[in-house]
């Protein structure tokens, strides 16, 4: 039977570096021809990364860049692997005379890998949700994949994956309080998706010349709820992944007060039949089928998270 091709939905940033020494004008990554350069770039050797943990030896690498824009209708896709190969491992072998403890060193080293499929058009990245890594640090290396393909390309910025929570998950939380006492977000500025909460956010952090920004927002009265008010519009910009780490809220809920987090879980989605084609989609490029199950994730990645004006 085919398998299932299921991924979690995350929000590409630019995350811009900043130290003491930094030069007068820094090259730094923007648009969505820098973002394709780096992932790219990140495919190098050169770029892989080393995990060593107590029982095992881990190499981390990204691998297999393909261009999808031309099977991709009115979408600007970018597909790469995540690989982790096993580089050495302790464990129990077995021998004529019973059982050691040994570390086991194979060439070329087993590996197991993740696809990743990057919408530019809407920043947006669909990332295959396996048993074997999406428990591990996956992400952690990835930005470290791409902050060293980011110092090669001498730019003083990346990208990182912030997870998109399920639809309406940041806002029914704030909205669930009687009270709003207190939110506290770091939001990110966003692009290039905009609606009539959000907009009003993003020109103000445009002219005020600000590419993030920690809001601690507290009123012990409640804070305002409105539509039209800053921390709706946070609540929103966040709930689309614009934000760094988790959304605390706080106040009155059910007449008792609480602490509430949420942003940290990914939305998921899934498309049935299609994991082992995804997998060799750079072997298959140029089939019916491809443009089919291209169009088929699309539609999937806009269904876990709309595009919509309200």
Known sequence: ??????????????????????????????????????LEASCDVAHDQIQKTRSAVFKWSIRSFVDLSEIAE????????????????DGMSVTDEGLTNSTSISYPPLASTIVCLFDLSRHLVAVEHTGDLSNTAWRDFMHQILSSAANSLEWWSTIELEPVPAHNDIVELFLSFQRVTRMKVTLRIPNPELNRYTKSVYEDLRDSGIREITQDMKNPGGLSKLPNARPFASAVLAEQGYKKGEVTVEGLRNDTFEVAQSGNEAARGVVKGLRDFVRGIN???????AKNAIAAICAEIDRVHPLREE
């Open 74 to 89: 009115q979408r600007d896709l970018v597909h790469i692997v995540l690989a982790r190969s096993i580089l050495e491992k």
């Open 1 to 38: 039977m085919p398998k299932r091709f299921s991924f979690d939905l995350f929000r590409l940033n630019i995350e811009d570096s900043s130290d003491l020494f930094i030069d007068i004008n820094p090259r730094r990554l923007r648009g969505d021809t820098d973002i394709r350069q780096l």
């Open 283 to 289: 072997v298959n490029l140029r089939t019916k089928e």
